[in-house]
Protein backbone atom coordinates (compact mmCIF):
# COMPACT_ATOMS: atom_id res chain seq x y z
CA UNK A 1 0.00 0.00 0.00
CA UNK A 2 1.76 3.54 -1.36
CA UNK A 3 1.97 5.87 1.40
CA UNK A 4 2.65 9.45 0.82
CA UNK A 5 1.21 11.92 2.83
CA UNK A 6 2.74 14.61 1.68
CA UNK A 7 0.71 15.70 -1.38
CA UNK A 8 -2.50 14.02 -3.96
CA UNK A 9 -1.25 13.14 -7.62
CA UNK A 10 -2.96 15.97 -8.47
CA UNK A 11 -0.79 18.24 -7.28
CA UNK A 12 2.16 18.16 -10.25
CA UNK A 13 -0.56 19.31 -12.87
CA UNK A 14 -0.91 22.42 -10.38
CA UNK A 15 2.29 23.61 -10.07
CA UNK A 16 2.17 25.03 -13.85
CA UNK A 17 0.90 28.43 -14.09
CA UNK A 18 -0.97 29.58 -17.34
CA UNK A 19 -1.67 33.41 -18.66
CA UNK A 20 -5.17 34.47 -19.32
CA UNK A 21 -5.20 35.34 -22.86
CA UNK A 22 -8.20 33.81 -25.47
CA UNK A 23 -8.23 30.86 -27.10
CA UNK A 24 -6.83 30.78 -30.88
CA UNK A 25 -9.59 28.48 -32.48
CA UNK A 26 -9.55 27.10 -36.12
CA UNK A 27 -13.02 26.98 -37.36
CA UNK A 28 -13.75 24.59 -40.71
CA UNK A 29 -16.74 22.90 -42.33
CA UNK A 30 -16.10 18.95 -42.50
CA UNK A 31 -17.88 17.29 -45.66
CA UNK A 32 -20.82 15.62 -44.38
CA UNK A 33 -19.04 11.89 -45.60
CA UNK A 34 -15.96 12.14 -43.72
CA UNK A 35 -15.11 11.00 -40.51
CA UNK A 36 -14.12 12.75 -37.67
CA UNK A 37 -11.24 10.57 -35.26
CA UNK A 38 -10.48 12.28 -31.93
CA UNK A 39 -7.60 10.89 -30.11
CA UNK A 40 -6.28 12.54 -26.88
CA UNK A 41 -3.75 12.48 -24.71
CA UNK A 42 -0.84 10.76 -26.36
CA UNK A 43 1.60 10.67 -23.44
CA UNK A 44 4.30 9.84 -25.56
CA UNK A 45 2.87 6.46 -26.67
CA UNK A 46 4.11 6.21 -29.57
CA UNK A 47 3.72 2.44 -30.25
CA UNK A 48 0.07 2.20 -29.06
CA UNK A 49 -0.55 5.32 -31.14
CA UNK A 50 0.48 4.00 -34.65
CA UNK A 51 -0.83 0.84 -33.91
CA UNK A 52 -4.26 2.57 -33.17
CA UNK A 53 -4.25 4.71 -36.37
CA UNK A 54 -3.95 1.06 -38.16
CA UNK A 55 -6.62 -0.60 -36.15
CA UNK A 56 -9.20 2.41 -37.05
CA UNK A 57 -8.30 2.43 -40.57
CA UNK A 58 -7.26 5.74 -40.96
CA UNK A 59 -7.32 7.23 -44.17
CA UNK A 60 -5.62 10.50 -45.10
CA UNK A 61 -7.20 11.09 -47.91
CA UNK A 62 -10.76 11.14 -46.60
CA UNK A 63 -10.73 11.18 -42.68
CA UNK A 64 -10.03 13.84 -40.35
CA UNK A 65 -8.39 13.33 -37.71
CA UNK A 66 -8.47 15.72 -34.34
CA UNK A 67 -5.63 14.88 -32.38
CA UNK A 68 -6.61 16.77 -28.37
CA UNK A 69 -3.58 17.84 -27.21
CA UNK A 70 -1.02 15.93 -24.53
CA UNK A 71 1.10 14.62 -27.22
CA UNK A 72 4.02 13.99 -24.54
CA UNK A 73 5.24 13.37 -20.97
CA UNK A 74 4.66 10.21 -19.03
CA UNK A 75 5.28 7.73 -21.65
CA UNK A 76 8.79 6.89 -23.16
CA UNK A 77 8.46 8.00 -26.49
CA UNK A 78 7.46 11.24 -27.05
CA UNK A 79 10.28 12.47 -29.95
CA UNK A 80 8.43 9.76 -32.08
CA UNK A 81 5.24 11.29 -30.98
CA UNK A 82 6.08 14.75 -31.74
CA UNK A 83 7.47 14.04 -35.13
CA UNK A 84 4.51 11.51 -36.14
CA UNK A 85 1.93 14.08 -35.65
CA UNK A 86 4.35 17.08 -37.31
CA UNK A 87 4.05 14.43 -40.04
CA UNK A 88 0.26 13.65 -39.80
CA UNK A 89 -0.32 17.74 -40.05
CA UNK A 90 0.89 18.04 -43.49
CA UNK A 91 -2.44 17.04 -44.64
CA UNK A 92 -4.75 19.85 -44.09
CA UNK A 93 -7.60 17.35 -42.95
CA UNK A 94 -4.93 17.04 -39.83
CA UNK A 95 -5.48 19.23 -36.63
CA UNK A 96 -3.54 19.14 -33.12
CA UNK A 97 -4.15 21.61 -30.63
CA UNK A 98 -2.66 21.68 -27.36
CA UNK A 99 -2.92 20.13 -24.04
CA UNK A 100 -1.16 20.99 -20.29
CA UNK A 101 2.02 18.84 -20.99
CA UNK A 102 2.71 20.10 -24.19
CA UNK A 103 2.75 23.84 -22.49
CA UNK A 104 4.87 22.45 -19.92
CA UNK A 105 7.53 21.05 -22.12
CA UNK A 106 7.87 24.58 -24.28
CA UNK A 107 7.73 26.45 -21.21
CA UNK A 108 11.40 24.47 -19.95
CA UNK A 109 12.63 25.43 -23.38
CA UNK A 110 12.00 28.60 -23.59
CA UNK A 111 10.60 30.94 -19.91
CA UNK A 112 11.30 28.71 -17.08
CA UNK A 113 14.30 30.04 -14.52
CA UNK A 114 16.79 27.47 -13.72
CA UNK A 115 15.03 26.82 -10.42
CA UNK A 116 11.87 26.06 -12.19
CA UNK A 117 13.34 24.25 -14.91
CA UNK A 118 14.96 21.70 -12.24
CA UNK A 119 12.23 21.55 -9.98
CA UNK A 120 10.10 19.97 -12.79
CA UNK A 121 13.04 17.46 -13.14
CA UNK A 122 12.80 16.73 -9.88
CA UNK A 123 9.25 16.55 -9.45
CA UNK A 124 9.38 14.10 -13.65
CA UNK A 125 13.41 12.76 -13.49
CA UNK A 126 12.00 11.66 -17.20
CA UNK A 127 9.87 14.25 -19.18
CA UNK A 128 9.67 14.70 -22.93
CA UNK A 129 12.42 18.19 -22.57
CA UNK A 130 14.70 15.92 -20.92
CA UNK A 131 14.27 12.95 -23.46
CA UNK A 132 15.43 15.38 -25.89
CA UNK A 133 18.46 16.43 -24.12
CA UNK A 134 19.30 12.72 -23.52
CA UNK A 135 19.35 12.20 -27.35
CA UNK A 136 22.57 14.64 -27.14
CA UNK A 137 23.77 13.19 -24.10
CA UNK A 138 22.95 15.47 -21.56
CA UNK A 139 21.73 15.04 -18.56
CA UNK A 140 20.13 16.98 -15.26
CA UNK A 141 23.28 17.43 -14.39
CA UNK A 142 24.49 19.31 -17.28
CA UNK A 143 21.76 21.92 -16.56
CA UNK A 144 22.29 22.24 -13.14
CA UNK A 145 26.43 23.27 -14.26
CA UNK A 146 25.57 25.02 -17.23
CA UNK A 147 21.98 25.64 -17.71
CA UNK A 148 21.63 28.38 -20.70
CA UNK A 149 24.31 26.30 -22.41
CA UNK A 150 22.81 23.26 -21.99
CA UNK A 151 19.18 24.17 -23.31
CA UNK A 152 20.78 26.01 -26.31
CA UNK A 153 21.87 23.00 -27.59
CA UNK A 154 18.42 21.70 -27.20
CA UNK A 155 16.45 24.25 -28.12
CA UNK A 156 18.70 24.06 -31.47
CA UNK A 157 18.32 20.13 -32.08
CA UNK A 158 15.00 20.44 -31.62
CA UNK A 159 13.94 23.82 -33.00
CA UNK A 160 11.22 22.56 -35.26
CA UNK A 161 9.49 19.85 -32.61
CA UNK A 162 9.17 23.02 -30.01
CA UNK A 163 7.89 25.40 -32.92
CA UNK A 164 5.51 22.74 -33.41
CA UNK A 165 4.50 22.50 -29.94
CA UNK A 166 4.50 26.31 -29.08
CA UNK A 167 2.08 27.28 -32.48
CA UNK A 168 -0.73 24.76 -31.32
CA UNK A 169 -4.21 26.27 -31.50
CA UNK A 170 -6.73 26.18 -28.57
CA UNK A 171 -9.59 24.75 -29.88
CA UNK A 172 -11.14 22.96 -33.08
CA UNK A 173 -15.03 24.38 -33.90
CA UNK A 174 -16.81 22.63 -36.53
CA UNK A 175 -20.40 22.47 -37.53
CA UNK A 176 -21.98 20.22 -34.25
CA UNK A 177 -19.09 20.17 -32.15
CA UNK A 178 -16.16 22.02 -30.02
CA UNK A 179 -12.88 20.26 -29.71
CA UNK A 180 -10.70 21.21 -26.50
CA UNK A 181 -8.11 19.82 -24.26
CA UNK A 182 -9.58 20.19 -21.14
CA UNK A 183 -12.68 22.42 -21.79
CA UNK A 184 -14.68 25.57 -22.06
CA UNK A 185 -15.96 27.93 -19.06
CA UNK A 186 -19.51 28.27 -18.23
CA UNK A 187 -20.42 31.51 -20.40
CA UNK A 188 -22.18 32.39 -23.52
CA UNK A 189 -19.28 33.35 -25.27
CA UNK A 190 -17.23 30.68 -24.41
CA UNK A 191 -14.62 31.82 -27.25
CA UNK A 192 -13.55 33.67 -24.42
CA UNK A 193 -12.41 30.81 -22.24
CA UNK A 194 -8.73 31.85 -20.29
CA UNK A 195 -5.84 29.39 -21.69
CA UNK A 196 -5.88 28.13 -18.10
CA UNK A 197 -8.80 26.78 -17.88
CA UNK A 198 -9.19 25.35 -21.43
CA UNK A 199 -6.13 23.31 -20.79
CA UNK A 200 -5.91 22.45 -16.95
CA UNK A 201 -9.87 22.28 -15.77
CA UNK A 202 -10.10 18.84 -14.04
CA UNK A 203 -13.32 16.96 -13.64
CA UNK A 204 -14.72 18.64 -16.89
CA UNK A 205 -17.64 16.32 -17.25
CA UNK A 206 -19.01 17.02 -13.98
CA UNK A 207 -19.86 20.39 -15.43
CA UNK A 208 -21.52 22.41 -17.74
CA UNK A 209 -21.33 24.66 -20.55
CA UNK A 210 -23.26 26.99 -22.41
CA UNK A 211 -22.57 26.98 -25.97
CA UNK A 212 -24.87 25.15 -28.37
CA UNK A 213 -22.89 22.77 -29.74
CA UNK A 214 -21.27 19.62 -28.13
CA UNK A 215 -18.14 19.88 -26.43
CA UNK A 216 -14.84 16.72 -27.01
CA UNK A 217 -12.56 16.88 -24.43
CA UNK A 218 -9.56 14.73 -23.28
CA UNK A 219 -7.07 15.11 -20.46
CA UNK A 220 -9.15 14.09 -17.46
CA UNK A 221 -9.00 10.04 -18.22
CA UNK A 222 -12.32 8.89 -18.06
CA UNK A 223 -11.91 6.50 -15.58
CA UNK A 224 -12.21 8.56 -13.28
CA UNK A 225 -15.69 9.31 -13.78
CA UNK A 226 -18.76 7.37 -12.52
CA UNK A 227 -19.92 7.15 -15.83
CA UNK A 228 -17.30 5.13 -17.60
CA UNK A 229 -18.62 2.51 -15.98
CA UNK A 230 -14.96 0.99 -14.78
CA UNK A 231 -13.30 1.38 -18.28
CA UNK A 232 -11.40 3.80 -19.99
CA UNK A 233 -13.81 4.12 -22.48
CA UNK A 234 -15.03 6.96 -23.95
CA UNK A 235 -18.64 8.63 -22.44
CA UNK A 236 -21.41 10.80 -23.44
CA UNK A 237 -23.71 13.11 -21.62
CA UNK A 238 -26.06 14.13 -24.26
CA UNK A 239 -28.00 16.49 -21.87
CA UNK A 240 -24.88 18.26 -21.26
CA UNK A 241 -23.82 18.10 -24.50
CA UNK A 242 -20.15 17.09 -23.57
CA UNK A 243 -18.26 13.69 -24.76
CA UNK A 244 -14.68 12.80 -22.56
CA UNK A 245 -12.19 10.81 -24.75
CA UNK A 246 -9.31 10.36 -22.65
CA UNK A 247 -8.54 6.42 -21.86
CA UNK A 248 -5.74 7.00 -19.65
CA UNK A 249 -2.58 6.18 -21.55
CA UNK A 250 0.33 5.83 -19.43
CA UNK A 251 -1.34 7.67 -16.35
CA UNK A 252 -3.77 5.00 -14.95
CA UNK A 253 -2.89 1.94 -13.88
CA UNK A 254 -4.43 -0.14 -17.11
CA UNK A 255 -4.48 2.40 -19.48
CA UNK A 256 -5.19 2.40 -23.46
CA UNK A 257 -5.26 5.29 -26.15
CA UNK A 258 -9.01 5.95 -27.66
CA UNK A 259 -10.29 6.89 -31.26
CA UNK A 260 -13.64 8.42 -30.71
CA UNK A 261 -14.91 8.34 -34.43
CA UNK A 262 -17.77 10.75 -35.79
CA UNK A 263 -19.77 9.45 -38.31
CA UNK A 264 -22.65 12.20 -39.81
CA UNK A 265 -25.45 10.22 -42.09
CA UNK A 266 -27.48 13.12 -43.28
CA UNK A 267 -28.09 15.18 -40.21
CA UNK A 268 -27.70 12.44 -37.73
CA UNK A 269 -24.58 12.38 -36.06
CA UNK A 270 -22.78 8.74 -35.26
CA UNK A 271 -20.14 7.45 -32.59
CA UNK A 272 -18.04 4.76 -32.49
CA UNK A 273 -14.89 3.87 -30.47
CA UNK A 274 -11.86 1.53 -31.15
CA UNK A 275 -9.38 1.49 -28.26
CA UNK A 276 -5.73 -0.62 -27.90
CA UNK A 277 -4.31 -0.81 -24.80
CA UNK A 278 -0.42 -0.01 -23.45
CA UNK A 279 -0.18 -3.58 -22.15
CA UNK A 280 0.55 -6.66 -23.99
CA UNK A 281 -1.99 -9.32 -24.34
CA UNK A 282 -2.79 -12.69 -23.42
CA UNK A 283 -5.26 -15.26 -24.28
CA UNK A 284 -7.60 -16.30 -22.02
CA UNK A 285 -7.70 -20.14 -22.01
CA UNK A 286 -10.47 -21.02 -19.84
CA UNK A 287 -14.05 -19.01 -18.88
CA UNK A 288 -14.38 -17.63 -15.43
CA UNK A 289 -17.31 -15.75 -13.86
CA UNK A 290 -17.44 -13.26 -11.18
CA UNK A 291 -21.14 -12.53 -9.93
CA UNK A 292 -19.36 -9.33 -8.13
CA UNK A 293 -20.25 -5.88 -9.20
CA UNK A 294 -17.70 -3.05 -9.33
CA UNK A 295 -18.54 -0.27 -6.88
CA UNK A 296 -16.95 2.93 -8.52
CA UNK A 297 -14.30 5.32 -6.22
CA UNK A 298 -13.53 8.69 -6.68
CA UNK A 299 -9.95 9.12 -6.35
CA UNK A 300 -9.93 12.08 -5.22
CA UNK A 301 -13.06 13.03 -2.99
CA UNK A 302 -13.80 9.13 -1.46
CA UNK A 303 -11.74 7.96 1.78
CA UNK A 304 -11.52 4.79 2.72
CA UNK A 305 -12.11 2.56 5.57
CA UNK A 306 -9.99 -0.76 6.34
CA UNK A 307 -12.15 -3.24 7.56
CA UNK A 308 -10.34 -6.29 7.06
CA UNK A 309 -7.41 -8.17 4.76
CA UNK A 310 -7.68 -11.05 2.13
CA UNK A 311 -4.24 -11.25 0.93
CA UNK A 312 -3.15 -9.21 -0.78
CA UNK A 313 -6.43 -7.13 -0.76
CA UNK A 314 -8.12 -4.61 1.51
CA UNK A 315 -11.77 -4.91 2.54
CA UNK A 316 -12.49 -1.49 2.71
CA UNK A 317 -15.50 0.66 3.20
CA UNK A 318 -16.26 4.11 1.01
CA UNK A 319 -16.94 6.45 3.89
CA UNK A 320 -19.04 8.85 2.03
CA UNK A 321 -21.31 6.28 0.58
CA UNK A 322 -21.43 3.24 3.11
CA UNK A 323 -20.31 0.62 -0.22
CA UNK A 324 -17.90 -1.99 0.92
CA UNK A 325 -15.72 -4.10 -1.07
CA UNK A 326 -12.08 -5.50 -2.02
CA UNK A 327 -9.34 -3.16 -3.44
CA UNK A 328 -5.59 -4.21 -3.92
CA UNK A 329 -2.94 -2.66 -1.75
CA UNK A 330 -1.13 -1.40 -4.93
CA UNK A 331 -4.06 0.43 -5.86
CA UNK A 332 -4.32 2.26 -3.10
CA UNK A 333 -2.51 4.97 -0.78
CA UNK A 334 -2.38 7.90 2.09
CA UNK A 335 -2.43 11.31 1.57
CA UNK A 336 -3.74 14.03 3.93
CA UNK A 337 -3.68 10.88 6.52
CA UNK A 338 -6.35 9.90 4.51
CA UNK A 339 -6.63 6.31 2.44
CA UNK A 340 -7.47 6.69 -1.29
CA UNK A 341 -8.05 4.23 -4.11
CA UNK A 342 -7.41 4.20 -7.45
CA UNK A 343 -9.50 1.59 -8.83
CA UNK A 344 -12.73 0.36 -8.13
CA UNK A 345 -13.78 -1.89 -5.36
CA UNK A 346 -14.75 -5.81 -5.96
CA UNK A 347 -13.08 -4.60 -9.98
CA UNK A 348 -12.79 -8.76 -11.14
CA UNK A 349 -14.16 -9.43 -14.20
CA UNK A 350 -15.68 -12.31 -16.39
CA UNK A 351 -13.80 -13.45 -19.49
CA UNK A 352 -14.39 -16.10 -22.28
CA UNK A 353 -12.09 -18.29 -23.75
CA UNK A 354 -10.59 -17.30 -26.74
CA UNK A 355 -10.64 -13.19 -25.78
CA UNK A 356 -7.92 -11.31 -25.20
CA UNK A 357 -6.90 -9.53 -22.10
CA UNK A 358 -4.13 -6.60 -21.60
CA UNK A 359 -1.79 -7.01 -18.44
CA UNK A 360 -1.31 -3.57 -16.86
CA UNK A 361 -0.20 -5.86 -13.69
CA UNK A 362 -0.06 -8.97 -11.98
CA UNK A 363 -0.86 -10.38 -7.66
CA UNK A 364 -0.04 -14.00 -6.64
CA UNK A 365 -2.68 -14.89 -8.26
CA UNK A 366 -4.36 -12.57 -10.51
CA UNK A 367 -3.85 -10.47 -13.53
CA UNK A 368 -4.47 -6.90 -13.59
CA UNK A 369 -5.42 -5.36 -16.76
CA UNK A 370 -8.16 -4.67 -20.09
CA UNK A 371 -10.48 -6.91 -21.04
CA UNK A 372 -11.94 -6.99 -24.96
CA UNK A 373 -15.30 -5.19 -23.62
CA UNK A 374 -13.27 -2.37 -22.02
CA UNK A 375 -13.66 -3.33 -18.47
CA UNK A 376 -10.63 -3.14 -16.07
CA UNK A 377 -10.00 -5.21 -13.04
CA UNK A 378 -8.40 -9.00 -12.02
CA UNK A 379 -9.02 -12.10 -13.70
CA UNK A 380 -7.40 -15.30 -11.88
CA UNK A 381 -4.05 -16.25 -13.39
CA UNK A 382 -5.61 -19.88 -14.11
CA UNK A 383 -7.72 -18.49 -16.95
CA UNK A 384 -4.42 -18.52 -19.08
CA UNK A 385 -2.53 -22.20 -18.18
Known amino acids: MRN ?19 MDIITLSVPRKARIICISDIHGCYSAFDALLKKCGYDNGSDYLFILGDLVEKGKENIAVIRKVMELCQSPNVICIKGNN ?7 AFSDSREKFLSRLDNRPFNCYIEMAQELGLAKEDFEK ?15 ELSFMSSLPLAIETEEHIFIHAGIENRPDWQNTSERFALTEPWYF ?25 TNLPIIDKDKKIICIDGGAATKGAGQLNAFIINRSKDVYGYET ?10 VKRSVTD ?8 WESHELTVMGKQKDFLEVKINQTGETGLIHENRCGYWDEKLHGWTYLDA ?7 ESFAIADETEEYFFGIAENGQVGFVPKSCFD
Request: glycine share 4%; charged share 25%; hydrophobic share 35%.
Open 102 to 108: DTMCVRM
Open 4 to 22: DNKKSPLLWGLLLSYGDKN
Open 206 to 230: NKEHQADKIVVCGHYPTYNFEAANN
Open 274 to 283: VFEPLHPRKT
Open 348 to 354: FLSVSAG
Open 291 to 298: SRKPIYVN
Open 146 to 160: RFEESREKVNKAFEA
